[in-house]
């Protein structure tokens, strides 16, 4: 990980140009920032620890950083990560060994705070022996307090919940129940095909923070659908609530329950929060083609032999292309069939804004991806021939109807990647936004959403 400056990163812009939502990178730098957003804290070892956030307007990602005088975050084998967003709530975890796993003791999770005097970061309880997968948790902000939850689906069903104590004070202790899910909906809805290889009833991939006055929240499997709990409901035992999503597109029939679903789907809740936002996207990703030789046809066997040996002079890249498709759900749902269709959006019939900037560096992006002068020639007209660039990890964030982000990438091993930003129903490609090729090699979803924008103004 390496140690970025202290100056790296936009401060906070005055409060007009404040954006309400972001898109937070999921791993932080590791750097004393000294910010309006800066808030202090103390690990559970004793040692002082702090942690600042840079806000910056979406495509472009804003960060967060983590200082601890007296430990060397720099040597960690893992990040520090921001696991999940509600309000002006993060939640984030930080390793405190070189070999940390989120399963073993040696994290530490935190909550931060955009609170309206000052930031506060609160050292939550270590929930061992239970562990959690980082998609497994959510958290839920209350009034002035919260409560992060954590479903474990195996060997059944469990739900450990800890709530901040009164004033906002962090918790004391974790709770843990038995919870059982009322109806299989999904069972019915949509079975599993046969060539099905992952068969788990329920695999979480992210959580979804609905609130209410029964503290709803939701744990995301993308690829069968949603389990929803009254977290704060005086009720016992709670109960799960099955909301399957919609069946999947004819072009993911062969990837669905085979495939990293965050690939092409995601899931979020509507800026008012009275409605469940889905997309999905069919993608057929951009190939490299080898590229033979002509040559005469063979005479004879021997001549014949002699050409099966022989390596191809070069490679062609073949374009790809994508559609994405954009669903809403009712949160007081009656049933999965109210799912509607909203909205569509064709790679091949994007449209570009007027300026020159996001031209610019989409032809960037191009020129990273190995292709020829005459391809990227090609490439510029229309809409820059997106099919040369991988896109895929679409993402809604609450408040931007018809917006999706797309992470985007070269072929080419150290090619370029950005966030673009689709409007879904006018097929606009509004904007795009360089990431750090050092941060962001892999190509694989970076960031979450985030409102503790909404916040910061008051802290500035």
């Not at 990602?61 to 975050?73: K, Q, Y």
Request: negative net charge; charged residues 20%.
């Amino acid at each position: 990980m390496a140690v970025a400056s202290s100056s790296a990163g936009p401060e906070g812009k005055a409060q007009r140009d404040t954006p309400s939502r972001i898109l937070l990178d999921l791993e932080g730098y590791i750097a004393d920032c000294s910010k309006a957003t800066t808030a202090w804290s103390k690990t559970s070892t004793g040692l002082p620890i702090s942690v600042a956030f840079c806000i910056a307007r979406p495509p472009v990602l804003s960060h967060f950083f983590v200082h601890c005088p007296g430990l060397d975050l720099a040597e960690l084998s893992r990040p520090p990560k921001a696991i999940c967003s509600d309000s002006d709530l993060v939640l984030l975890r930080v390793p405190l060994h070189p070999n940390a796993r989120w399963s073993e003791r040696h994290n530490d999770y935190f909550v931060y705070r955009m609170h309206p005097q000052r930031p506060k970061l609160d050292l939550l309880p270590n929930p061992h022996p239970a562990s959690f997968g980082d998609d497994e948790i959510a958290i839920l902000s209350c009034g002035d307090g919260y409560v992060v939850a954590g479903l474990k689906v195996l060997p059944a069903f469990e739900l450990h919940l800890c709530r901040s104590a009164g004033g906002g004070k962090p918790g004391s202790s974790w709770t843990s129940q038995a919870v059982s899910v009322e109806e299989r909906t999904r069972d019915r809805v949509c079975p599993m095909p046969v060539s099905a290889e992952n068969k788990m009833y329920h695999m979480t991939a992210k959580t979804i923070a609905i609130g209410g006055e029964k503290g709803t929240v939701g744990w995301v499997d993308l690829c069968r659908g949603i389990l929803l709990c009254d977290v704060l409901s005086p009720d016992s035992p709670l109960k799960l609530r099955d909301i399957p999503l919609p069946l999947p597109a004819r072009g993911n029939w062969t990837n669905f329950l085979n495939y990293r679903a965050c690939f092409y789907r995601d899931v979020a809740v509507g800026d008012r929060r009275d409605v469940i936002k889905y997309v999905e996207m069919e993608i057929t990703p951009p190939e490299h083609v080898p590229v033979f030789p002509s040559s005469p046809e063979p005479d004879s066997y021997s001549e014949w032999l002699n050409s099966q040996e022989e390596s191809p002079e070069s490679y062609a890249l073949v374009p790809g292309s994508w559609m994405a498709t954009t669903y809403s759900l009712p949160i007081l749902v009656g049933s999965w069939e109210d799912w509607r269709r909203d909205s569509s959006v064709r790679s091949a019939g994007l449209k570009l804004p007027d300026g020159n900037a996001t031209h610019k560096l989409l032809q960037k992006l191009i020129s990273s991806n190995g292709l020829n002068d005459s391809k990227e020639q090609e490439a510029t007209e229309a809409t820059l021939s997106l099919g040369y660039l991988n896109m895929a990890y679409p993402m809604i964030v609450a408040g931007d109807d018809d917006t999706v982000y797309l992470m985007c990438k070269g072929t080419f091993r150290g090619s370029m990647a950005a966030v673009v930003s689709v409007d879904v129903r006018t097929s606009i490609l509004q904007g795009v936004a360089k990431l750090e090729t050092e941060m962001h090699a892999r190509f694989k979803c970076c960031c979450l959403a985030s409102e503790i924008s909404k916040h910061v103004r008051t802290c500035q």
